[in-house]
């Protein structure tokens, strides 16, 4: 039996893993959503302004959209992670 994971089933998800790092890290831990294959917005089933909610309410440090695929907005995420754990 194959189970394909879809961005929706991560989203429903993204609950129980803040939860997790929440409990497994220091209360000062930085916490950043990073949204992976923006290269298929055509195929989107979450949007942003769900991702944008997530990330307000559970104040969130960063969300950033990304494409592994085409390699958009990976350094950008990078450096900007970078300088703010610097």
Known sequence: ?????T?????HNMDNWYSEVKSQSEP?????LIG???DCENERE???DKADK??????LDLFQET????????KET???VAKMLY
């Open 7 to 11: 961005s929706l089933d991560s989203f």
């Open 78 to 80: 990078f450096v900007s």
């Open 46 to 48: 979450v949007g942003l």
């Open 1 to 5: 039996m194959t189970y394909n994971v």
């Open 36 to 38: 992976n294959k923006k």
């Open 54 to 59: 997530f990330k307000m309410i559970k104040n």
């Open 67 to 74: 494409s592994a695929k085409t390699g958009e907005n990976v």
């Open 28 to 32: 000062e831990a930085l916490i950043f």
